[in-house]
């Protein structure tokens, strides 16, 4: 089985830090993508990463950056938390193609 | 981006009894997706849908791909305790995963 690994499963951090996210998959996928989940607003695509120290921007970018330096592992990066960040993160990796993406278990991050 | 409309927002059934919930789009969409999260974890894929007309079971799960490539529709038959959590719809019309769009998800309670 595919497994997606979500460092952190919650974590509170203050407005303005500097906040690391981070995700691996075992499964030597290409594709790693960061979503993130808020009631009512089902998941929204953040950035997404073909190939290693690629990325591409998804719906939902502002505020955010990602580093993909190795293949099996996609950060997210919140440069200067705002409370607006606070929200369920989840991470998913896919062989690539049409193939469906696997997700993580998630991160719950709370910015105060 | 745009979003998926999934009906109903949240369901209250009693175990034993059939569900019924659907996701519409403005858009067309080449492939159809349902995820499920259990509390607490990630979505997993439940059935994928490739083709306009497709109905595709998997255990009590039935899902059909609407022939107008606009919709499409997720069954449970004999809903079980197991069957809680959060039900969401996903379409792709790159071939790639990388543009999924999410429904906003349907939370499912089953009484005993």
């Known amino acids: 089985d595919v497994k997606v690994t979500q460092s952190s499963r919650y974590l509170v951090k203050r407005t303005g830090e500097k906040v690391f996210l981070e995700c691996v998959q075992d499964m030597d996928h290409e594709n790693m993508f960061w979503y993130r989940q808020d009631p009512g607003l089902g998941l929204r695509l953040i950035y997404f990463?073909?190939?290693?120290?690629?990325?591409e921007k998804g719906d939902i970018p502002e505020g955010y950056s990602v580093s993909r330096e190795k293949k099996e592992r996609f950060s997210l990066i919140l440069e200067s938390a705002s409370t607006n960040q606070t929200s369920m993160y989840l991470c998913a990796s896919s062989p690539g193609g049409a193939s469906p993406l696997h997700f993580g278990n998630g991160t719950r991050l709370t910015v105060t | 981006g745009q979003q998926l409309n999934q009906s109903p927002q949240s369901m209250f059934i009693q175990e034993g009894e059939d569900v019924s919930m659907n996701c519409t789009s403005s858009s067309i969409f080449n492939t159809w997706l349902w995820y499920k999260q259990d509390p607490g974890e990630g979505p997993v894929l439940l059935i994928a849908l490739y083709k306009a007309g497709e109905l595709t079971s998997n255990g009590r799960l039935t899902a059909q791909f609407g022939i107008t490539r606009k919709d499409s529709f997720l069954n449970i038959s004999a809903s079980i305790p197991s069957d809680v959590g959060i039900y969401f719809c996903a379409g792709d019309n790159t071939g790639t995963a990388s543009k999924l769009t999410f429904g906003t998800g349907t939370r499912l309670q089953v009484t005993l």
């Open positions: 990463s073909y190939d290693v120290k690629m990325k």
